[in-house]
């Protein structure tokens, strides 16, 4: 029982040294800082032999809308990304839109300027349309997740 009892207080004393030594935490504003820009991403699962389908439908619907929020001042610009393995993960699908700052995200909260942006969208798409496309897009895709980020700086 002494030896076992020894064995451990030699192995907590040679292990302790690293537990106590954690990495220094980081300042904001001394050692890194956020980018004003703010990422709204958002991650799907798309089947992945409707990959291809999905985003003929995107690009009649989300990427027009993102194109008219981008001339009306309401976005900075649109990214798609498709995973190179689209079996494995989680999501296979990223949707990535870029704002300047939060006062450029907030735009769309003003009720006249939303109502301006969907009108626009209306007018490059019937509701007969949009309904055709977005229709069979709960059976081919999963949204598993919804970020806003910024990019951070190490100085």
């Avoid at 207080?9 to 820009?37: I, K, M, R």
């Avoid at 291809?52 to 990304?81: C, P, Q, T």
């Avoid at 626009?120 to 949204?143: A, L, N, P, W």
Wanted: net charge negative.
């Amino acid at each position: 029982m002494k030896k076992a009892i020894l064995l451990c207080a030699l192995v907590g004393l040679v292990f302790a040294p690293g537990l106590s030594a954690q990495p220094a935490s980081l300042t904001y504003g001394e050692d890194y800082t956020v980018s004003p820009e703010i990422h709204s991403v958002t991650m799907i699962k798309v089947a992945p032999n409707r990959i291809d389908h999905y985003l003929a439908g995107i690009e009649r619907s989300w990427v027009r809308a993102m194109e008219i929020g981008r001339e009306m001042g309401l976005n900075k610009g649109h990214v798609i990304y498709v995973s190179e393995l689209p079996s494995s993960g989680d999501f296979n699908v990223v949707l990535l839109v870029m704002f300047e700052n939060a006062a450029q995200r907030e735009k769309l909260n003003d009720p006249q300027v939303a109502a301006a942006f969907d009108r626009k969208v209306e007018e490059t798409m019937s509701e007969q349309e949009s309904f055709e496309v977005t229709e069979g897009y709960t059976q081919i895709r999963d949204i598993v997740g919804e970020y806003m980020m910024r990019e951070v700086k190490l100085k």
